[in-house]
């Protein structure tokens, strides 16, 4: 009989404890609720106002240092778009102004210009 009472006693608190403390899977790829205060967002916001602008590189460029001005675009706060590889190697970006004015130093860019539309006669 005791055995009874303690075993029922057992199971009372398993349940109570199971009902009480949430439940998580396994592989859970959230993190707990302390470690999800500095986690910064994957997409930056943009900071400053920033223009569209035609990102044009020399033909000398390779893709690695494409690569490498988009990354610092993103940095910066920007947004890669459209990229061009048949007539001009190059990018539309948004761009904020400083990062412009940075960018318009780097030996593989031929030239950026703000976008605008063209039109024909």
Do not use: C, W
């Not at 990018?91 to 976008?115: G, M």
């Amino acid at each position: 009989m005791k055995f009874i009472t303690i075993a029922a006693l057992l199971v009372s608190a398993v349940a109570v404890s199971a009902a009480v403390l949430p439940i998580q899977p396994k592989h859970s790829l959230a993190l707990p609720e302390d470690q999800n205060q500095n986690v910064e967002s994957p997409s930056p916001v943009l900071a400053l106002p920033a223009k569209s602008y035609i990102v044009v590189f020399k033909e000398s460029a390779v893709p690695l240092a494409i690569e490498k001005v988009e990354r610092d675009i993103l940095a910066f706060g920007g947004k890669v778009g459209r990229r061009y590889t048949t007539l001009i190697k190059g990018f539309s970006a948004l761009i904020p102004a400083q990062a412009v004015t940075a960018l318009s130093n780097n030996p593989i860019i031929d030239y950026i210009e703000e976008d605008s539309d063209a039109s024909t006669l």
